[in-house]
């Protein structure tokens, strides 16, 4: 199957992907991983593991998937320089099929870090961040954190933050409550915010601060389709809005290889909503990103 352009109108875009495993810089590996609770609900360490190179490109390849982002998630102690520059190498090798969102030093050390991580992300080609305030004790207010969302916002790239539950047990996942992204997005208006995970168990309240902002999208990854629309998980609210209030703004995403691709499509494809709503949910709204301000492809980067 040739590698196909995902701003050309066709097509399945993931929203997020974790860089795989054989990509990740050899030091500092992701400390959630190696967290019991992680491995005993999602069997994290060993879909980690299979989650290669060839693993993922020959599944975006079976499943019709066009372009999927690549997310550097940094949940530990980890090189963020190292991180950012093995994401934005490997997006290069595949421009039509890839892109990418870097990553900031958490906790930020000086409050000018994140600001300079952000603008290195952006001159490198990287069209978004992916902050995870929670695996750190950090609200997603933290004052730490609003340089890296000016720059953001300035150099027009997203920024995808942790929403919801989390399994590290370490920190509580109130570090996480919608009001906080409500606030961001007050403070920030022209900066694009992903809910990743879409903030269950407050999946109404986040339902509410999209409704709000219209630059704020919720993303699914990680979850099995069938339950965000069965009546009865607490993603009501959502599966309803999905296919009308929000229709614009959720968006397909796997977090591969917590989720598998064939999956995930199968079962968004038999969810019940709508052909226009499905569409916009699997690629049209990603696309829209991919073409705009908020989310460039790397083509459209100055040299």
Known sequence: MPELDATSGAGVVDARVRLPLDRRPAQG???AMARQQYDDV???????AAGTTEALMRQLHESGVTRAVVHAENEGD?????LNAATAAFVAEHPTMLSGFGTVTMPPPTAGTGAREVRECAAAGLIGVNIQPAFFGMDTIDRRLYPAYAAAEESGLAVALHTGINYSRVYPMSHERPAFLDQVAC???????????????WVAEYCAVARRHPTVMLELGGLAPKYVMRPGTGWDVLGTLAGTLLRDQVLFATDWPIMDHVRALHEWRASGLR??????ILGGNARRLLGGPGLRCPAEVPA
Do not use: N, Q, Y
Not at 187 to 201: K, M
Not at 275 to 280: G, I, S, Y
């Open 29 to 31: 590996r992701p400390a």
């Open 42 to 48: 999602l069997d994290m360490s060993a879909k980690v």
């Open 187 to 201: 403070d920030f208006p022209d900066l694009t915010l992903i809910a990743c995970h879409g903030g269950w168990p």
């Open 275 to 280: 052909p226009d709503a499905v569409e916009a």
């Open 78 to 82: 980890e090189d963020v320089a190292a």
